[in-house]
């Protein structure tokens, strides 16, 4: 399996994952100049409406193994400026630039075909 197929199926599997703990996809793959965001996603949990629900921006960094270190590794500085520019053009496009958001990295691990672990690490970084 190629990169951009382990990428691609590591978000997929993302994709699952969240919904499967009540999130609401709201995007995939949103691209502006400044970078791209993998998921944005609102995390409906403990009975909150709509309007109340954090937005969440998740990164997926999916690896096959540990040997170049955690995929959240891949996650540094100047990358989160990236994906924190990005959610901004996102929140004033929704016309929503002041939301309740966090920034998550959700590490797919894939070391054999038919095998998924997960790590979701919450609130990874802040703006």
């Known amino acids: 399996m190629n990169r951009k197929a382990l990428g691609n199926s590591g978000e997929d599997a993302a994709e699952h994952y969240l919904r499967e703990r009540g999130y609401e996809i709201l995007n995939r793959n949103y691209r502006t100049r400044l970078g791209e965001i993998d998921i944005i ?4 949990r403990g009975g909150k409406t709509s309007a109340d629900a954090s937005l969440v921006f998740v990164e997926v960094k999916t690896r096959r193994s540990l040997c170049c270190g955690s995929p959240g590794e891949a996650v ?17 496009m929704v016309k929503q630039p002041e939301a309740i958001c966090r920034f998550d990295v959700l590490e797919i691990y894939m070391p054999v075909p038919g095998e998924i672990r997960y790590n979701h690490i919450k609130n990874a970084f802040g703006r």
């Open 41 to 44: 996603a609102r995390e409906g």
């Open 76 to 92: 540094n500085y100047f990358k989160q400026q990236k994906i924190i520019a990005t959610a901004q053009c996102y929140l004033n």
